[in-house]
DNA sequence: TAGATTGTTAATCGATTAACAATC
DNA sequence: TAGATTGTTAATCGATTAACAATC
Protein backbone atom coordinates (compact mmCIF):
# COMPACT_ATOMS: atom_id res chain seq x y z
CA UNK A 1 0.00 0.00 0.00
CA UNK A 2 1.72 3.22 -0.85
CA UNK A 3 1.92 6.67 1.46
CA UNK A 4 -1.46 8.02 2.13
CA UNK A 5 -2.59 11.16 0.69
CA UNK A 6 -5.49 13.34 1.91
CA UNK A 7 -8.54 14.15 -0.21
CA UNK A 8 -7.91 17.82 0.32
CA UNK A 9 -4.75 17.24 -1.86
CA UNK A 10 -6.45 14.79 -4.17
CA UNK A 11 -9.65 17.17 -4.64
CA UNK A 12 -6.64 20.09 -6.01
CA UNK A 13 -5.11 17.44 -8.42
CA UNK A 14 -7.76 18.01 -11.65
CA UNK A 15 -7.22 21.51 -11.00
CA UNK A 16 -3.45 21.69 -11.72
CA UNK A 17 -4.24 19.58 -14.23
CA UNK A 18 -6.14 21.73 -15.73
CA UNK A 19 -4.08 24.75 -15.50
CA UNK A 20 -1.18 22.99 -17.04
CA UNK A 21 -3.32 21.78 -19.90
CA UNK A 22 -4.21 25.88 -20.64
CA UNK A 23 -0.02 26.27 -19.89
CA UNK A 24 0.64 23.58 -22.88
CA UNK A 25 -2.63 25.04 -24.99
CA UNK A 26 -0.55 28.30 -24.61
CA UNK A 27 2.79 26.82 -25.99
CA UNK A 28 4.24 27.78 -22.24
CA UNK A 29 6.91 25.17 -21.80
CA UNK A 30 8.06 25.54 -18.28
CA UNK A 31 6.55 26.94 -14.79
CA UNK A 32 8.01 27.64 -11.51
CA UNK A 33 5.87 26.87 -8.54
CA UNK A 34 6.18 30.96 -7.75
CA UNK A 35 4.47 31.22 -11.00
CA UNK A 36 1.98 29.08 -10.88
CA UNK A 37 0.84 30.01 -7.80
CA UNK A 38 0.11 33.48 -8.91
CA UNK A 39 -1.86 32.01 -11.91
CA UNK A 40 -4.01 29.58 -9.38
CA UNK A 41 -4.01 31.88 -6.26
CA UNK A 42 -2.74 30.00 -4.20
CA UNK A 43 0.83 29.51 -2.27
CA UNK A 44 4.05 27.90 -4.01
CA UNK A 45 3.93 26.47 -1.08
CA UNK A 46 1.29 24.31 -1.24
CA UNK A 47 2.39 23.24 -5.34
CA UNK A 48 5.54 21.88 -4.35
CA UNK A 49 3.88 20.14 -1.11
CA UNK A 50 1.18 18.66 -3.26
CA UNK A 51 3.43 17.59 -5.92
CA UNK A 52 5.98 16.16 -3.94
CA UNK A 53 3.51 13.31 -2.50
CA UNK A 54 3.33 11.94 -5.88
CA UNK A 55 7.65 12.12 -7.05
CA UNK A 56 9.93 14.52 -7.53
CA UNK A 57 9.10 16.73 -10.97
CA UNK A 58 10.68 19.76 -10.68
CA UNK A 59 13.97 20.74 -11.18
CA UNK A 60 16.30 23.63 -8.89
CA UNK A 61 16.67 26.90 -10.63
CA UNK A 62 14.61 25.67 -13.36
CA UNK A 63 10.92 24.77 -12.39
CA UNK A 64 8.93 22.45 -13.85
CA UNK A 65 8.36 20.89 -17.36
CA UNK A 66 4.84 21.25 -18.31
CA UNK A 67 3.88 18.92 -20.21
CA UNK A 68 5.70 16.01 -18.32
CA UNK A 69 3.82 17.25 -14.93
CA UNK A 70 0.62 17.32 -17.27
CA UNK A 71 1.37 14.09 -17.97
CA UNK A 72 2.53 12.81 -14.35
CA UNK A 73 -0.79 14.40 -13.04
CA UNK A 74 -3.03 12.64 -15.85
CA UNK A 75 -1.25 9.22 -14.95
CA UNK A 76 -1.70 10.09 -10.98
CA UNK A 77 -5.49 10.40 -11.75
CA UNK A 78 -5.83 7.52 -13.50
CA UNK A 79 -7.55 9.21 -16.48
CA UNK A 80 -4.53 7.60 -19.03
CA UNK A 81 -6.50 5.13 -18.72
CA UNK A 82 -11.07 4.25 -20.71
CA UNK A 83 -13.14 3.45 -18.34
CA UNK A 84 -16.56 1.32 -19.11
CA UNK A 85 -19.30 3.58 -17.42
CA UNK A 86 -23.35 2.41 -16.87
CA UNK A 87 -25.50 5.33 -16.19
CA UNK A 88 -28.91 3.64 -13.98
CA UNK A 89 -31.64 6.46 -14.24
CA UNK A 90 -32.23 7.95 -17.85
CA UNK A 91 -34.02 11.18 -16.86
CA UNK A 92 -32.87 15.05 -17.06
CA UNK A 93 -29.14 14.46 -15.08
CA UNK A 94 -28.80 10.68 -16.80
CA UNK A 95 -29.31 12.19 -20.31
CA UNK A 96 -27.52 15.18 -20.46
CA UNK A 97 -23.93 13.17 -19.01
CA UNK A 98 -24.29 10.94 -22.08
CA UNK A 99 -24.79 14.04 -24.51
CA UNK A 100 -21.92 15.77 -22.67
CA UNK A 101 -18.99 14.31 -24.83
CA UNK A 102 -16.28 15.48 -23.32
CA UNK A 103 -16.54 12.25 -21.14
CA UNK A 104 -15.89 10.26 -23.86
CA UNK A 105 -13.01 12.43 -25.02
CA UNK A 106 -11.71 11.82 -21.70
CA UNK A 107 -12.01 8.01 -21.71
CA UNK A 108 -14.77 8.02 -19.48
CA UNK A 109 -17.04 5.75 -21.91
CA UNK A 110 -21.08 5.06 -21.45
CA UNK A 111 -22.01 1.72 -22.59
CA UNK A 112 -25.43 1.49 -21.35
CA UNK A 113 -28.46 3.32 -19.65
CA UNK A 114 -30.87 1.69 -17.58
CA UNK A 115 -34.69 3.11 -16.07
CA UNK A 116 -37.67 1.75 -14.93
CA UNK A 117 -39.71 4.06 -17.27
CA UNK A 118 -41.17 2.00 -19.71
CA UNK A 119 -41.26 5.19 -22.41
CA UNK A 120 -37.72 5.34 -21.71
CA UNK A 121 -36.87 1.68 -22.65
CA UNK A 122 -35.55 0.77 -26.28
CA UNK A 123 -34.95 4.72 -26.65
CA UNK A 124 -31.30 5.66 -27.46
CA UNK A 125 -29.42 8.50 -26.88
CA UNK A 126 -26.32 9.48 -28.52
CA UNK A 127 -26.03 5.86 -29.92
CA UNK A 128 -26.67 4.48 -25.92
CA UNK A 129 -29.18 2.25 -25.95
CA UNK A 130 -31.61 2.50 -22.51
CA UNK A 131 -32.24 -0.75 -20.97
CA UNK A 132 -35.12 -1.91 -18.60
CA UNK A 133 -33.50 -2.08 -15.15
CA UNK A 134 -34.85 -5.52 -14.51
CA UNK A 135 -32.27 -6.68 -17.28
CA UNK A 136 -28.99 -4.56 -14.93
CA UNK A 137 -27.70 -7.33 -13.09
CA UNK A 138 -27.46 -9.64 -16.34
CA UNK A 139 -26.04 -7.00 -18.01
CA UNK A 140 -23.38 -6.27 -15.10
CA UNK A 141 -22.18 -9.74 -14.83
CA UNK A 142 -21.66 -9.73 -18.43
CA UNK A 143 -19.96 -6.82 -19.56
CA UNK A 144 -16.76 -4.95 -17.98
CA UNK A 145 -18.50 -1.48 -16.09
CA UNK A 146 -15.91 -0.48 -14.36
CA UNK A 147 -18.23 2.85 -13.20
CA UNK A 148 -21.96 3.35 -12.27
CA UNK A 149 -23.51 6.62 -12.12
CA UNK A 150 -26.76 7.07 -10.30
CA UNK A 151 -29.02 9.65 -11.26
CA UNK A 152 -31.81 8.00 -9.64
CA UNK A 153 -34.54 9.45 -6.62
CA UNK A 154 -32.88 8.93 -3.40
CA UNK A 155 -34.99 5.68 -2.18
CA UNK A 156 -34.58 3.52 -5.37
CA UNK A 157 -30.92 4.71 -5.65
CA UNK A 158 -30.24 2.92 -2.09
CA UNK A 159 -31.81 -0.47 -3.43
CA UNK A 160 -29.84 0.23 -6.70
CA UNK A 161 -26.31 0.22 -4.55
CA UNK A 162 -26.61 -2.52 -3.30
CA UNK A 163 -27.33 -4.44 -6.31
CA UNK A 164 -24.68 -3.63 -8.31
CA UNK A 165 -22.28 -3.96 -5.46
CA UNK A 166 -22.73 -7.39 -4.91
CA UNK A 167 -22.64 -7.44 -8.90
CA UNK A 168 -18.93 -6.54 -8.33
CA UNK A 169 -19.03 -2.70 -8.97
CA UNK A 170 -16.29 -1.24 -7.55
CA UNK A 171 -16.91 2.92 -8.24
CA UNK A 172 -19.93 4.97 -7.87
CA UNK A 173 -20.77 8.52 -9.28
CA UNK A 174 -23.61 9.21 -6.99
CA UNK A 175 -25.63 12.16 -8.14
CA UNK A 176 -29.13 10.98 -5.84
CA UNK A 177 -29.23 13.01 -2.50
CA UNK A 178 -28.49 10.44 -0.12
CA UNK A 179 -25.23 8.88 1.12
CA UNK A 180 -24.46 5.57 0.08
CA UNK A 181 -22.91 2.95 2.64
CA UNK A 182 -20.71 0.81 0.99
CA UNK A 183 -17.87 -1.36 1.67
CA UNK A 184 -13.94 0.18 2.13
CA UNK A 185 -13.22 -1.09 -1.65
CA UNK A 186 -16.00 0.35 -2.96
CA UNK A 187 -15.20 4.01 -3.93
CA UNK A 188 -17.78 6.78 -4.33
CA UNK A 189 -18.14 10.37 -5.61
CA UNK A 190 -20.35 12.73 -4.61
CA UNK A 191 -22.61 15.37 -6.73
CA UNK A 192 -25.12 16.64 -4.41
CA UNK A 193 -26.40 19.35 -6.41
CA UNK A 194 -29.14 20.50 -4.07
CA UNK A 195 -26.45 20.53 -1.56
CA UNK A 196 -24.35 23.13 -3.54
CA UNK A 197 -26.97 25.13 -4.43
CA UNK A 198 -27.97 25.15 -0.85
CA UNK A 199 -24.12 26.36 -0.27
CA UNK A 200 -24.29 29.07 -2.73
CA UNK A 201 -27.70 30.39 -1.06
CA UNK A 202 -26.01 30.76 2.11
CA UNK A 203 -22.69 32.63 0.48
CA UNK A 204 -25.45 34.93 -1.26
CA UNK A 205 -26.86 35.68 2.49
CA UNK A 206 -23.72 36.09 4.18
CA UNK A 207 -21.09 37.52 1.59
CA UNK A 208 -18.74 39.09 4.16
CA UNK A 209 -19.12 35.85 6.44
CA UNK A 210 -17.38 33.12 5.03
CA UNK A 211 -13.55 32.20 5.90
CA UNK A 212 -11.49 31.11 2.59
CA UNK A 213 -14.12 30.92 -0.29
CA UNK A 214 -12.27 28.56 -2.69
CA UNK A 215 -10.21 30.78 -5.27
CA UNK B 1 -20.38 41.92 10.25
CA UNK B 2 -21.32 38.67 11.20
CA UNK B 3 -19.13 36.10 13.00
CA UNK B 4 -16.81 34.76 10.35
CA UNK B 5 -17.79 30.75 9.54
CA UNK B 6 -15.39 28.43 8.25
CA UNK B 7 -16.71 27.35 4.24
CA UNK B 8 -16.30 23.48 5.58
CA UNK B 9 -18.71 24.43 8.93
CA UNK B 10 -20.92 25.53 5.75
CA UNK B 11 -20.53 22.88 3.64
CA UNK B 12 -21.94 20.28 6.44
CA UNK B 13 -24.63 22.28 6.73
CA UNK B 14 -26.82 20.62 3.86
CA UNK B 15 -26.05 17.90 4.84
CA UNK B 16 -27.39 18.11 8.62
CA UNK B 17 -30.69 19.62 7.10
CA UNK B 18 -31.19 16.32 5.51
CA UNK B 19 -30.94 14.28 7.92
CA UNK B 20 -32.88 16.35 9.97
CA UNK B 21 -35.84 16.12 7.34
CA UNK B 22 -35.32 12.56 7.36
CA UNK B 23 -35.56 12.47 10.72
CA UNK B 24 -38.61 15.00 10.52
CA UNK B 25 -40.67 12.49 8.19
CA UNK B 26 -40.26 9.78 10.07
CA UNK B 27 -41.79 11.51 12.88
CA UNK B 28 -38.98 11.84 15.40
CA UNK B 29 -38.86 14.76 17.42
CA UNK B 30 -35.85 14.97 19.46
CA UNK B 31 -31.87 13.98 19.08
CA UNK B 32 -29.39 14.26 20.58
CA UNK B 33 -26.03 15.10 19.00
CA UNK B 34 -24.91 11.82 20.08
CA UNK B 35 -27.73 10.01 18.12
CA UNK B 36 -27.57 11.85 15.20
CA UNK B 37 -23.51 11.52 15.15
CA UNK B 38 -23.72 8.05 14.92
CA UNK B 39 -26.41 8.13 11.88
CA UNK B 40 -24.43 10.66 10.20
CA UNK B 41 -20.74 9.09 10.91
CA UNK B 42 -19.43 12.17 12.49
CA UNK B 43 -18.62 12.90 15.97
CA UNK B 44 -20.96 14.29 18.19
CA UNK B 45 -18.39 17.13 19.48
CA UNK B 46 -18.22 18.42 15.85
CA UNK B 47 -22.10 18.83 15.45
CA UNK B 48 -22.17 20.52 18.54
CA UNK B 49 -19.30 22.94 17.57
CA UNK B 50 -21.20 23.78 14.43
CA UNK B 51 -24.18 24.47 15.39
CA UNK B 52 -23.26 26.69 18.23
CA UNK B 53 -21.04 28.88 15.28
CA UNK B 54 -24.69 29.71 15.28
CA UNK B 55 -26.86 29.69 18.31
CA UNK B 56 -27.73 27.34 21.28
CA UNK B 57 -30.46 25.40 19.76
CA UNK B 58 -30.34 22.48 22.56
CA UNK B 59 -31.46 22.08 25.54
CA UNK B 60 -28.90 20.28 28.38
CA UNK B 61 -30.42 16.47 29.05
CA UNK B 62 -32.98 16.74 26.23
CA UNK B 63 -31.08 17.31 23.22
CA UNK B 64 -32.42 19.04 20.16
CA UNK B 65 -35.47 19.56 18.94
CA UNK B 66 -35.88 18.25 15.20
CA UNK B 67 -38.09 20.52 13.68
CA UNK B 68 -36.95 23.56 15.62
CA UNK B 69 -33.53 22.68 14.60
CA UNK B 70 -34.52 21.74 11.01
CA UNK B 71 -36.10 25.49 10.90
CA UNK B 72 -32.94 26.97 12.31
CA UNK B 73 -30.79 25.67 9.32
CA UNK B 74 -33.36 26.30 6.50
CA UNK B 75 -33.13 30.12 7.59
CA UNK B 76 -29.17 29.69 8.47
CA UNK B 77 -28.51 28.89 4.59
CA UNK B 78 -31.02 31.25 3.45
CA UNK B 79 -33.18 28.69 1.47
CA UNK B 80 -36.65 29.51 3.23
CA UNK B 81 -36.72 32.80 0.56
CA UNK B 82 -37.36 32.90 -2.86
CA UNK B 83 -34.97 33.13 -5.52
CA UNK B 84 -35.25 34.06 -9.25
CA UNK B 85 -32.39 32.01 -11.45
CA UNK B 86 -31.55 32.88 -15.01
CA UNK B 87 -29.54 29.92 -16.86
CA UNK B 88 -27.04 30.96 -19.97
CA UNK B 89 -26.42 27.77 -22.02
CA UNK B 90 -29.48 25.74 -22.77
CA UNK B 91 -28.07 22.63 -23.63
CA UNK B 92 -28.11 19.55 -21.68
CA UNK B 93 -27.27 20.52 -18.42
CA UNK B 94 -29.12 23.61 -18.72
CA UNK B 95 -32.50 21.81 -19.82
CA UNK B 96 -31.44 19.24 -17.01
CA UNK B 97 -31.81 21.76 -14.48
CA UNK B 98 -34.56 23.12 -15.22
CA UNK B 99 -36.83 19.88 -15.75
CA UNK B 100 -35.47 18.73 -12.34
CA UNK B 101 -38.38 20.26 -9.97
CA UNK B 102 -36.88 20.02 -6.77
CA UNK B 103 -35.00 23.06 -7.56
CA UNK B 104 -38.59 25.30 -8.12
CA UNK B 105 -40.11 23.43 -5.13
CA UNK B 106 -37.16 24.40 -2.83
CA UNK B 107 -38.22 28.12 -3.63
CA UNK B 108 -35.39 28.49 -6.59
CA UNK B 109 -37.01 29.65 -9.36
CA UNK B 110 -35.91 29.71 -13.38
CA UNK B 111 -37.28 32.55 -14.96
CA UNK B 112 -35.26 32.26 -18.42
CA UNK B 113 -32.70 30.49 -20.60
CA UNK B 114 -30.20 32.23 -22.99
CA UNK B 115 -28.85 30.78 -25.79
CA UNK B 116 -26.65 31.93 -29.24
CA UNK B 117 -27.94 28.64 -30.72
CA UNK B 118 -30.79 29.94 -33.56
CA UNK B 119 -32.53 26.82 -33.42
CA UNK B 120 -33.32 26.65 -29.13
CA UNK B 121 -34.24 30.27 -29.17
CA UNK B 122 -38.19 30.53 -28.98
CA UNK B 123 -37.86 27.18 -27.32
CA UNK B 124 -40.04 26.65 -24.20
CA UNK B 125 -38.73 24.01 -21.61
CA UNK B 126 -40.98 23.46 -18.48
CA UNK B 127 -42.84 26.96 -19.26
CA UNK B 128 -39.47 28.26 -19.25
CA UNK B 129 -38.72 30.45 -22.97
CA UNK B 130 -35.12 30.21 -24.01
CA UNK B 131 -34.08 33.65 -25.23
CA UNK B 132 -31.17 34.95 -27.42
CA UNK B 133 -28.37 35.44 -25.57
CA UNK B 134 -28.19 39.13 -27.32
CA UNK B 135 -30.97 40.09 -25.10
CA UNK B 136 -29.23 38.83 -21.96
CA UNK B 137 -28.21 42.59 -20.84
CA UNK B 138 -31.88 43.78 -21.31
CA UNK B 139 -33.38 41.15 -19.20
CA UNK B 140 -31.37 41.54 -16.28
CA UNK B 141 -31.79 45.24 -16.22
CA UNK B 142 -35.30 45.05 -16.86
CA UNK B 143 -35.92 41.53 -14.05
CA UNK B 144 -35.31 41.14 -10.48
CA UNK B 145 -32.42 38.17 -11.06
CA UNK B 146 -30.54 36.50 -8.13
CA UNK B 147 -28.76 33.84 -9.19
CA UNK B 148 -27.24 33.25 -13.13
CA UNK B 149 -26.71 29.57 -13.73
CA UNK B 150 -23.39 29.22 -16.17
CA UNK B 151 -24.09 25.73 -17.79
CA UNK B 152 -22.07 26.84 -21.16
CA UNK B 153 -18.38 26.12 -22.60
CA UNK B 154 -15.26 27.52 -20.43
CA UNK B 155 -14.46 30.68 -23.00
CA UNK B 156 -17.60 31.76 -23.16
CA UNK B 157 -18.42 31.74 -19.41
CA UNK B 158 -15.57 34.05 -18.84
CA UNK B 159 -17.01 36.44 -21.38
CA UNK B 160 -20.37 35.73 -19.77
CA UNK B 161 -19.49 36.23 -16.41
CA UNK B 162 -17.92 39.56 -16.39
CA UNK B 163 -21.42 41.20 -18.51
CA UNK B 164 -23.54 39.77 -15.81
CA UNK B 165 -21.21 41.20 -12.84
CA UNK B 166 -21.45 44.41 -14.63
CA UNK B 167 -25.90 44.38 -14.53
CA UNK B 168 -25.48 43.68 -10.86
CA UNK B 169 -25.96 40.16 -10.55
CA UNK B 170 -24.27 38.50 -6.89
CA UNK B 171 -25.03 35.02 -7.93
CA UNK B 172 -23.30 32.95 -10.01
CA UNK B 173 -23.39 29.09 -10.12
CA UNK B 174 -20.73 28.12 -12.44
CA UNK B 175 -21.14 24.23 -14.00
CA UNK B 176 -18.68 26.00 -16.64
CA UNK B 177 -14.83 24.26 -15.97
CA UNK B 178 -13.50 27.06 -15.34
CA UNK B 179 -12.64 29.54 -12.36
CA UNK B 180 -14.21 32.52 -12.57
CA UNK B 181 -12.24 35.75 -11.04
CA UNK B 182 -15.21 38.01 -9.17
CA UNK B 183 -15.14 40.70 -6.82
CA UNK B 184 -15.61 40.13 -3.22
CA UNK B 185 -19.62 40.96 -3.28
CA UNK B 186 -19.99 38.40 -6.01
CA UNK B 187 -20.13 34.80 -4.80
CA UNK B 188 -19.45 31.78 -6.99
CA UNK B 189 -20.50 28.32 -6.19
CA UNK B 190 -18.64 25.27 -8.48
CA UNK B 191 -19.86 22.45 -9.79
CA UNK B 192 -17.17 20.99 -11.63
CA UNK B 193 -18.26 17.57 -13.04
CA UNK B 194 -14.76 17.25 -15.20
CA UNK B 195 -12.70 17.01 -11.77
CA UNK B 196 -15.68 15.14 -9.79
CA UNK B 197 -14.90 12.65 -12.37
CA UNK B 198 -10.94 12.64 -12.67
CA UNK B 199 -11.41 12.62 -8.48
CA UNK B 200 -13.39 9.08 -8.70
CA UNK B 201 -10.70 7.88 -11.32
CA UNK B 202 -8.41 7.99 -8.70
CA UNK B 203 -10.33 6.73 -6.20
CA UNK B 204 -10.82 4.05 -7.89
CA UNK B 205 -6.85 3.34 -8.75
CA UNK B 206 -5.63 4.11 -5.15
CA UNK B 207 -8.84 2.80 -2.74
CA UNK B 208 -5.65 2.22 -0.13
CA UNK B 209 -4.43 5.56 -0.22
CA UNK B 210 -7.23 7.98 0.49
CA UNK B 211 -7.46 9.52 4.00
CA UNK B 212 -10.85 10.59 5.17
CA UNK B 213 -13.00 10.00 2.50
CA UNK B 214 -16.39 12.11 2.77
CA UNK B 215 -18.94 9.59 4.44
C1' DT C 1 29.89 31.55 -11.17
C1' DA C 2 25.44 33.86 -9.62
C1' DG C 3 20.58 33.50 -9.70
C1' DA C 4 16.68 30.76 -9.47
C1' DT C 5 13.97 27.38 -7.68
C1' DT C 6 13.33 22.98 -6.00
C1' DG C 7 12.43 19.40 -2.17
C1' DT C 8 11.95 19.17 2.58
C1' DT C 9 12.07 20.38 7.39
C1' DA C 10 10.28 23.43 10.85
C1' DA C 11 6.80 26.75 12.37
C1' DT C 12 2.29 28.26 12.24
C1' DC C 13 -2.32 28.12 11.82
C1' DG C 14 -6.90 26.23 11.88
C1' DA C 15 -10.02 22.50 12.43
C1' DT C 16 -11.40 18.53 14.94
C1' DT C 17 -11.88 15.98 19.08
C1' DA C 18 -12.00 15.38 24.03
C1' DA C 19 -13.31 16.79 28.44
C1' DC C 20 -16.24 18.75 31.72
C1' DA C 21 -18.90 22.20 34.34
C1' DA C 22 -23.50 23.81 33.87
C1' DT C 23 -28.13 22.60 33.86
C1' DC C 24 -32.34 20.68 32.04
C1' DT D 1 -32.87 13.80 42.80
C1' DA D 2 -30.06 11.21 39.26
C1' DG D 3 -29.13 10.80 34.47
C1' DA D 4 -28.51 12.87 30.20
C1' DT D 5 -26.74 16.10 27.26
C1' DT D 6 -25.68 20.58 26.13
C1' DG D 7 -22.33 24.66 25.28
C1' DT D 8 -17.70 25.73 25.65
C1' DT D 9 -12.88 25.50 26.89
C1' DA D 10 -8.70 22.93 26.39
C1' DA D 11 -5.96 19.45 23.97
C1' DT D 12 -4.86 17.26 19.86
C1' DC D 13 -4.30 16.59 15.32
C1' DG D 14 -3.57 17.71 10.56
C1' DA D 15 -2.96 20.93 6.91
C1' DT D 16 -0.86 25.05 5.29
C1' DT D 17 2.82 28.25 5.11
C1' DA D 18 7.54 29.77 5.80
C1' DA D 19 12.28 29.05 5.59
C1' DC D 20 16.39 27.34 3.74
C1' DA D 21 20.00 24.07 2.33
C1' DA D 22 20.78 21.68 -1.87
C1' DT D 23 21.60 22.11 -6.57
C1' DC D 24 20.49 22.98 -11.35
Not at 5 to 12: D, E, F, G, H, M
Not at 22 to 46: E, F, P
Not at 98 to 123: C, E, S, T
Not at 189 to 207: A, C, Q, W
Request: hydrophobic share 40%; aromatic share 10%; proline share 2%.
Amino acid sequence: MDKKISLAVIKRLPRYYRYLGDLLDNGITRISSKDLSKRMNVTASQIRQDLNNFGCFGQQGYGYNVELLYDEIKKILGINKQYNLVIIGAGNIGQALVNYINFQKRGFNFIAMFDVNPRLIGMTIRGIEIYDIDTLEDFLKTHNVDIVVLTLPKNNAVKVSKIIIDCGIKGIWNFSHVDLKTPPNVVVENIHLTDSMMTLSYKLNNKDCIIDDEY
